[in-house]
């Protein structure tokens, strides 16, 4: 069973910096790519970034220069550092994770709001 637990999010200003972190357990492909998903009010789930086991990233076209994904294969963990956020940054934040049977999972979000 995959376990993904997210932390870091919270409230900062436009303009501000947000590191998330997931902890991952369980059975999870290493040589799958994890990733960071968001989903605002009203709106469907996107992509904000992956990354592969070998280091190797790709972020939504919103998030491009502003946000950071890096994976710690050795600790199980993923990040995403956000810098210069913005209010439309606003969303719950998904760490994902693909386990042995090729199936995604998710964590259970943690908030992040961008206000004044």
């Known amino acids: 069973q995959v376990q993904l637990v997210e932390s870091g999010g919270g409230l900062v200003q436009p303009g501000g910096s947000l590191r998330l972190s997931c902890a991952a357990s369980g059975s999870i492909s290493a040589l799958q790519p994890m990733g960071w998903y968001r989903q605002a009010p009203g709106k469907q789930r996107e992509l904000v970034a992956a990354v592969t086991s070998g280091g190797s990233t790709n972020y939504g076209d919103s998030v491009k220069g502003r946000f950071a994904i890096s994976r710690d294969n050795a600790k199980k963990t993923l990040y995403l550092q956000m810098n210069s956020l913005k209010a439309d940054d606003t969303a719950v934040y998904y760490c994902?994770?693909?386990?042995?049977?090729?199936?995604?999972?998710y964590g259970q979000g943690t908030q992040v709001t961008v206000a004044s």
């Open positions: 994902s994770a693909v386990d042995l049977y090729l199936r995604r999972k």
